[in-house]
């Protein structure tokens, strides 16, 4: 780790601890502060750490003004984050974490890149991500610390690839573990927040060498989703209900939102015009005017700003 990363991340770190334990400055700081996340993300690990089941009170509406939206990994490691120091700040602390991982992974990323320092002082200090990583407290910091792992591991398939120092005849490669990896990471992340489902398709045929291949890693996506969802089982399926019916409701800065208010809404519509943006870009694709990263970014683009409940937060990403 190179000196000017090392500062960034001490600079980052430091400004986002201030910001959670502000001390006398409290009450300046929560004026700029929405933590109505937070809350609904300490709520159901706090529930669960209890013994309860927070997906059931949910949808009984015993949970009153808190919600358990979030897959049962999201939930699963907030009850670990909650175990260890029952507080809402506990959170904080893990997202705040996850931001001085992703000023070091972004270094890595662009090491070769005029880009890197920019980037890395953007997402340190930028007011973009403080405000709405930081002082609206979010779990997009998890979502950009398993994209960018899946970058550089790309990076690291170019590298090889273009060095022809992949041996097809051995069974088990460096690729080989690579591939593995990044199908790994992937699948975390779609039990996570399902963002890497939109660019799935390209990602298997990237890294797979042949159809067998292809089963194989789409096989042990799968598995590993469903593996995500063992613990509470079946309740957590009302998460999904939930977001199905949301569909039918934009809100936030959606463009959705803006339909509805033109009186061109349609969900069906909504719906169209994701499957046709991926199409689009799954066909640039294959025909080699994109690159993985390049179809990457705007498959996850697609799903985020065709998302009917996109808020600033998610546009930051």
């Not at 009170?57 to 999201?74: I, K, T």
């Not at 969802?229 to 934009?250: D, I, K, M």
């Amino acid at each position: 780790m190179d000196k000017k990363t090392f500062a960034l991340i001490v600079l980052g770190l430091g400004l986002r601890l201030f910001l959670i334990f502000p001390g006398p400055l409290e009450s300046r700081v929560e004026f700029f502060t929405n933590k109505a996340d937070l809350r609904n993300y300490y709520w159901p690990a706090q529930a669960a750490q209890s013994g309860a089941n927070p997906y059931a009170l949910w949808a009984s509406g015993a949970s009153g003004e808190f919600r358990a939206d979030m897959a049962p990994l999201e939930l699963a490691i907030y009850v670990a984050t909650v175990a260890v120091w029952n507080d809402p700040r506990a959170l904080q602390i893990l997202f705040a974490l996850c931001d001085a991982l992703n000023i070091f992974l972004l270094g890595v990323l662009l090491q070769q890149s005029r880009l890197r320092a920019p980037f890395q002082i953007f997402y340190a200090l930028g007011p973009l991500t403080v405000y709405n990583f930081v002082l609206v407290p979010q779990d997009k910091t998890i979502l950009l610390s398993l994209s960018f792992l899946i970058f550089i591991l790309l990076t690291r398939i170019n590298g090889l690839r273009h060095t022809q120092s992949i041996s097809a005849n051995l069974p088990i490669t460096r690729a080989s573990y690579l591939e593995f990896a990044i199908i790994l990471l992937a699948a975390i992340l779609a039990a996570f927040k399902w963002l890497s489902v939109f660019y799935l398709l390209p990602l298997l045929l990237f890294i797979s060498k042949d159809a067998r291949a292809f089963i194989k890693y789409a096989i042990l996506f799968g598995a590993i989703i469903a593996l995500a969802h063992l613990p509470w089982f079946t309740t957590w399926s009302y998460v999904y209900e939930f977001r199905a019916n949301r569909v039918g409701n934009p809100s936030h800065i959606a463009f959705a939102a803006l339909l509805r208010e033109a009186g061109w809404f349609d969900s069906r519509l909504l719906i169209a015009g994701l499957a046709i943006s991926l199409l689009i870009i799954y066909l640039f694709f294959l025909r080699r005017r994109l690159d993985i990263f390049e179809t990457i970014a705007l498959s996850a683009g697609a799903g985020i700003l065709w998302t009917p409940d996109m808020d600033p937060v998610h546009l930051s990403i």
